[in-house]
């Protein structure tokens, strides 16, 4: 995934400095405990020069996420988005993946320690497709978890790092079963997410998401919501069930990572005819035509770095 680190930088605590030479204490409380936030960002190649994907939509969600958790963070929204931007620059990026990172210091260990030191880091890399780049189009196989995703209100609409270890296991567990990615369930029996994604699937041409009780609200999630209905589809947030998926006419991930990728196989069964859908297209065609700059009325979507 990382290549040519010796050439690249990480911005931490207000300076750049080499990749292969940023590290963290071993008693980072962040590290023992999860106390820390992030966020995943994409910039994406344009005309104009490389532009980041909502980008105030991600910070904002940051510093909301480190309020959540009593984190300050000791840098303003606008000095992170200047930086966010800058990292790209720094390492000569036209497109890439951005990780900004908030985590507790090393000050004091146990569940008791207080005053610790919050630091900052933002990393960026070359990461053109998280899945096999012809997912896009074939599409994806999933498997229903055996890990739920419990009611945590910390996770709806927040990247904490401690509430991500139910992922962690649900991702693993479709891999060593084959597959490609999981469908995680809620502790009602409903759909909540896929392990890092969003889930959307399709019914006679209409498009239904999960409510966000249990899953992330992600920002992608949130910005195929308004493409979908500008292009005049019909958008319905419920709660589904799993005989929802397997009777779909089409289904799909959305996230800053995959994008939107269709889901076309569960639980090693052909979801309709096991291609991509008409829907799920239109909607990808208009995704990568917002995020490369060439529809003007999402351009206060982007933010241009140079």
């Given at each position: 995934m990382f290549k040519n680190t010796e050439k690249k930088f990480i911005w931490k605590n207000g300076e750049f400095e080499n990749w292969d030479d940023s590290n963290v204490h071993i008693l980072s409380h962040t590290l023992h405990y999860g106390t820390g936030v992030f966020e995943g960002v994409r910039a994406y190649e344009t005309e104009n020069g490389p532009a980041i994907f909502r980008l105030s939509e991600h910070t904002s969600r940051l510093f909301d996420a480190a309020s959540k958790i009593n984190i300050k963070i000791p840098f303003s929204k606008d000095e992170l988005n200047i930086i966010q931007c800058n990292i790209l620059n720094q390492n000569n990026l036209n497109?890439?993946?951005?990780?900004?990172?908030?985590?507790?210091g090393n000050e004091g260990l146990g569940l008791r320690a207080k005053d610790l030191s919050v630091n900052v880091a933002v990393a960026a890399w070359e990461w053109p497709s998280y899945m096999d780049p012809i997912a896009k189009e074939e599409g994806i196989s999933v498997i229903k978890?055996?890990?739920?995703?419990?009611?945590?209100?910390?996770?709806?609409?927040?990247?904490?790092?401690?509430?991500?270890?139910?992922?962690?296991?649900?991702?693993?567990?479709?891999?060593?079963?084959?597959?490609?990615?999981?469908?995680?369930?809620?502790?009602?029996?409903?759909?909540?997410?896929?392990?890092?994604?969003?889930?959307?699937?399709v019914k006679d041409e209409v498009v239904f998401t999960p409510t966000i009780d249990h899953c992330?609200?992600?920002?992608?999630?949130?910005?195929?919501?308004?493409?979908?209905?500008?292009?005049?589809?019909?958008?319905?947030?419920?709660?589904?069930?799993?005989?929802?998926?397997?009777?779909?006419?089409?289904a799909f991930f959305t996230g800053t990572a995959v994008e939107i990728t269709p889901i076309t196989k569960l639980d090693q069964s052909r979801i309709n005819d096991g291609k991509r859908g008409p829907i799920t297209k239109i909607l990808q065609d208009s995704f990568m035509n917002i995020v490369s700059g060439q529809n003007l009325k999402y351009l206060n979507w982007l933010t241009f770095t140079r």
């Open positions: 497109e890439g993946y951005i990780r900004p990172i908030v985590y507790l978890s055996s890990h739920k995703q419990y009611e945590n209100p910390l996770h709806s609409g927040n990247k904490i790092i401690g509430t991500y270890f139910s992922n962690t296991m649900a991702l693993h567990e479709a891999l060593d079963k084959g597959a490609d990615e999981a469908i995680m369930m809620d502790m009602n029996g409903f759909i909540s997410e896929g392990s890092g994604e969003n889930i959307f699937i992330l609200n992600g920002i992608t999630r949130q910005s195929v919501i308004q493409m979908a209905k500008d292009l005049s589809i019909e958008v319905h947030e419920k709660d589904l069930r799993y005989e929802d998926l397997k009777n779909a006419d089409e």
